[in-house]
């Protein structure tokens, strides 16, 4: 697992935990909300920008080695490929994971 993505997780679980701990009044969760939105959101941003940039590297490298660069290994370029492709299901995971809570909070009785 790439190491971002990895971390990524790491904060997420600890947000995660974190919420189910220290269950805030109603009065405290409206001002925190934009702020963890924010920082949630860019999160997200960084991950998906990480995962584009790691896919682009693997199509560059192969590309090269397709054009007979000698420069580029085929070691290089599966490793490559397979970072990005370790990297994109861990994301495709997540937000499979985003999708499930936040259909179970839909379903919630008001």
Same mark, same amino acid.
């Given at each position: 697992?790439?190491?971002?993505? =990895? &971390?990524?997780?790491?904060?997420?679980?600890?947000?995660? &935990?974190?919420?189910?701990?220290?269950?805030?009044?109603?009065?405290?969760?409206?001002? !925190?909300?934009?702020?963890?939105?924010?920082?949630?959101?860019?999160?997200? =941003?960084? =991950?998906?920008?990480? +995962?584009?940039?790691?896919?682009?590297?693997?199509?560059?490298? $192969?590309?090269?080695?397709?054009?007979?660069?000698?420069? +580029?290994?085929?070691?290089? $370029?599966?490793?490559? &490929?397979?970072?990005? /492709?370790?990297?994109?299901?861990?994301? $495709? !995971? +997540?937000?499979?994971?985003? $999708?499930? /809570?936040?259909?179970?909070?839909?379903?919630?009785? +008001?």
């Amino acid at each position: 697992m790439n190491i971002q993505a =990895a &971390s990524l997780f790491q904060e997420m679980q600890a947000m995660a &935990s974190e919420a189910t701990r220290n269950r805030p009044s109603m009065e405290t969760i409206r001002p !925190q909300q934009t702020s963890s939105t924010n920082q949630f959101g860019d999160l997200l =941003a960084d =991950a998906i920008n990480t +995962v584009n940039g790691l896919q682009k590297e693997a199509k560059s490298k $192969v590309t090269a080695m397709e054009m007979g660069d000698r420069s +580029v290994s085929l070691a290089e $370029v599966m490793i490559a &490929s397979q970072k990005a /492709s370790v990297a994109f299901e861990a994301t $495709v !995971q +997540v937000r499979n994971k985003l $999708v499930e /809570s936040y259909k179970e909070i839909m379903s919630m009785p +008001v």
